[in-house]
């Protein structure tokens, strides 16, 4: 992909640039601890890599993190993994959650919607009243600091309350959305060995309901830790028998007592996707996020208590931990919980315009599903108050920016387009949005602060304007402090330590360009190497889904037993088209010309459906491993797909084929 000198698609205007959380810090930051006041982010960014404790004790102070057992130094020990953040200090990540309570009870802290699209308010004197009265009832329940509380439960106010209400007591959230089968939750519910478990009777998708009933009735039956199950009647059933009422948990007014914990007390676990073997539970710390959380949002997303903060996203995805902290920065979230696409594709931006979104996160494949569907967002909707649209899940294809750029430049609109890449391993992003950087088309504006971020390649070397793995060479607050049952840290070192000891190697190619922007390639374990040049997998996956008539598609290199290297493009056709010789032919000459005439595929096959993990990512590496002749059982976790019938076609075809 050529990183030469393109003109930018947006530029932040002067007062935008003054206006920035981000400048505010940066002057306030030159001013208390000698970082550059000129040179503008590129030069904020070095001195936050180059003085790591300084940076990161100046974010303590400018967002006036409450440390009620001060710290000894902030940083103990750097080395990775095992880096150690603010030793001696206290505090609770619950407690600053709910602080604008303090001065601004009687707005809202959540917007709830559900797809009726109307927004229903839940005050910030509200959600602290509810936090408070559920705490103590965890509390009354024996739930000690340490304790895992667990939630099978859709993207509602009471997973919020029930999320920040296990912070406050210093136990440990973890939560899986309904459409997650039995199976996949207790894959995970089944490591942490929860002691508490909130769950809904089912949920609201598609304008269906969803029974979950069943599926509960399983947990509590395999959950042999559970002491508690907490009913919450979204389709208005009553309570089985011996399951306690939201309702009654959550009617006292009661102020909340915060436990204070130490800075690395474990917060939450989230999971990896599970595709090959049971899900990494990743545990990060209430400090880490709390600090992490506080830079990303209040600086990179440049939120505050004036703004509205809507991700479309479920419990079972990082990005709902992301969102809910947004009460951090005193901003009010609004919470989604039904179909992205539902009664229309529009679904999302109708939410935003209802809400008054001032920043809207989404995925990329849902820009790119509305770009195709001739959705108009800006023509179509208010979106006035739209400062921000981000995505993440995989990357923003250049034509995807240009179309949203596009759709709201038509109506006037001066829109800043975020593609942000990140991890559930750290729950946050490792380069993205800066409201004070251009914007240029397919790429990510710049590395986050205090992230030294770097393209590598095989021999460890730093590389510019070329491909190479994303590595981070320095520790972030929000890295794991370490996996569930993983007692030696083998499991936890293994995953980012083992190709370059000592710096975190995450498993995406990106290009980190002489402008400063990031390009992601995709996963670099699922690279596609011919003829020794390598390419990420979303680089073919961009030029193949302009076609009109691919829905969505899937490419994976194989290795052959005799040495030879296999790459078939597998295309999910839209309604009505055909991949006759004329569709073969435009979709080669597309890749020849736009990418390079050595991934022009072998192969290109029709398929019933990409199959995707739960979370909406597309599974390359157990397909590859199918076609490499493993049996389904051994290639892939079933219970971390979405469609496992799809698995079946590879199966089938890699038997065929042998």
Not at 332 to 348: C, E, H, R
């Amino acid at each position: 992909m050529s990183t030469a000198n393109p003109q930018p698609l947006w530029q932040p205007d002067p007062h935008r640039t003054a206006q920035a959380r981000i400048t505010r810090f940066q002057s306030w930051a030159a001013e208390h601890h000698q970082a550059p006041a000129d040179g503008g982010y590129p030069a904020l960014h070095r001195w936050s890599v180059d003085h790591l404790d300084t940076f990161w004790k100046a974010v303590t102070e400018y967002f006036d993190v409450r440390f009620s057992t001060p710290y000894t130094r902030v940083l103990g020990d750097r080395a990775m993994p095992g880096a150690e953040w603010f030793p001696g200090a206290k505090l609770n990540y619950a407690e600053h959650a709910l602080r604008a309570a303090a001065t601004r009870a009687d707005e809202p802290a959540l917007l709830y919607v559900d797809e009726t699209h109307e927004p229903r308010p839940v005050t910030w004197a509200e959600l602290r009243r509810q936090v408070g009265s559920l705490t103590a009832e965890l509390r009354a329940l024996g739930v000690r600091p340490g304790d895992r509380v667990s939630g099978y439960l859709p993207n509602i106010p009471q997973a919020v309350v029930a999320l920040l209400a296990t912070a406050a007591v210093g136990a440990v959230w973890t939560s899986c959305a309904p459409d997650f089968g039995a199976r996949s939750v207790l894959d995970r519910f089944q490591q942490v060995e929860p002691v508490v478990l909130f769950t809904v009777d089912g949920y609201r998708y598609g304008g269906k309901e969803h029974d979950r009933r069943e599926t509960v009735a399983e947990l509590r039956r395999e959950l042999p830790t559970l002491r508690a199950v907490v009913h919450i009647p979204l389709l208005g059933t009553p309570a089985p028998e011996g399951a306690l009422e939201w309702s009654a948990l959550t009617a006292a007014d009661t102020e909340p007592a915060f436990e204070q914990v130490p800075f690395d007390h474990p917060l939450w676990v989230l999971y990896s996707s599970g595709t090959t073997g049971l899900p990494k539970a990743i545990v990060q710390s209430q400090g880490g996020i709390l600090v992490e959380h506080l830079k990303q949002l209040g600086l990179h997303c440049d939120l505050g208590p004036e703004d509205r903060f809507f991700w479309y996203t479920s419990t079972g995805w990082m990005m709902w931990n992301f969102l809910v902290s947004g009460l951090l920065t005193g901003t009010t979230i609004v919470l989604y919980d039904g179909s992205p696409g539902y009664p229309d594709t529009g679904a999302q931006w109708r939410v935003a315009e209802r809400t008054g979104a001032t920043l809207y996160g989404t995925s990329a494949a849902y820009v790119m599903a509305c770009r195709k569907a001739g959705v108009h967002p800006s023509r179509d909707h208010d979106l006035s108050r739209v400062k921000c649209v981000a995505t993440t899940g995989s990357p923003l294809p250049p034509d995807g920016f240009r179309w949203l750029h596009d759709e709201f430049a038509a109506s006037g609109a001066d829109l800043w387009i975020a593609s942000v890449s990140g991890g559930t391993d750290v729950c946050s992003c490792f380069a993205g949005a800066v409201p004070t950087l251009p914007v240029y088309t397919g790429e990510l504006q710049a590395p986050g602060l205090g992230t030294d971020l770097q393209a590598w390649d095989p021999a460890g070397r730093p590389v510019i304007d070329e491909v190479g793995e994303l590595v981070v060479t320095n520790p972030m607050p929000s890295m794991p402090i370490r996996f569930w049952n993983d007692p030696d840290g083998s499991r936890y070192h293994e995953s980012y330590f083992d190709t370059y000891p000592g710096v975190w190697r995450h498993g995406d190619w990106i290009t980190v360009t002489s402008r400063g922007t990031v390009i992601i390639h995709g996963r670099s374990d699922s690279t596609l190497n011919r003829q020794g040049v390598r390419m990420g997998s979303a680089d073919i996956y961009e030029v193949v889904e302009r076609l009109p008539e691919i829905k969505e598609s899937l490419v994976i290199g194989v290795e052959q037993p005799d040495g030879g290297y296999w790459m078939p493009l597998f295309v999910h056709l839209a309604p009505g088209a055909v991949l006759d010789e004329a569709l073969l032919t435009r979709i080669k000459q597309a890749i020849r010309e736009q990418l390079s005439p050595r991934h022009v595929p072998d192969e290109v096959i029709e398929v019933p459906g990409v199959p995707h993990t739960l979370t909406g990512k597309r599974i390359e590496v157990p397909v590859k491993r199918l076609l490499q002749g493993a049996p389904l059982e051994k290639a892939v976790n079933p219970g971390s797909i979405d469609n496992l019938d799809l698995l079946t076609y590879f199966e089938d075809l890699a038997r065929k084929r042998a």
